[in-house]
Nanobody, 129 residues
Framework: QVELVESGGGSVQAGGSLRLSCAVSGSTSDTYCMGWFRQAPGLEREGVAATASDSSTSYADSVKGRFTISKDNATNTLYLQMNSLKPDDTAMYYC???????????????????????WGQGTQVIVSS
């Protein structure tokens, strides 16, 4: 069993930055596919960024060049550095993990929510104009 706990959300003005953290516990997660998703009110949850154990990454087109996903295996923490934030980035952000996607070689932000086994409770990000 894997437990994911997000933190670092908050309110920021457009153009600002935030760094989200996801503390991972309960299992050996260094081989897992790890990702960040977000869900705005009235919209479906969408993939933002993902990273595999080989440090390969994938990003949604809407955040490329602004967001960076990284993982510290020593502390079992996943990060999402968000720069140049826009009001459209306002959403609840969720950390996700899955042991199978990496094994299958398909650790990607394009994998839908049904493909991920473990989820955190979310952290709210609000970007004001």
């Amino acid at each position: 069993q894997v437990e994911l706990v997000e933190s670092g959300g908050g309110s920021v003005q457009a153009g600002g930055s935030l760094r989200l953290s996801c503390a991972v516990s309960g299992s050996t997660s260094d081989t897992y596919c790890m990702g960040w998703f977000r869900q705005a009110p009235g919209l479906e949850r969408e993939g933002v960024a993902a990273t595999a154990s080989d440090s390969s990454t994938s990003y949604a087109d809407s955040v490329k060049g602004r967001f960076t996903i990284s993982k510290d295996n020593a502390t079992n923490t996943l990060y999402l550095q968000m720069n140049s934030l826009k009001p459209d980035d306002t959403a609840m952000y969720y950390c996700a993990a899955d042991p199978s996607l990496a094994d299958l070689g398909i650790c990607s932000v394009k994998i839908g929510t049904a493909g991920w086994d473990y989820w955190g409770q979310g952290t709210q990000v609000i970007v004001s104009s």
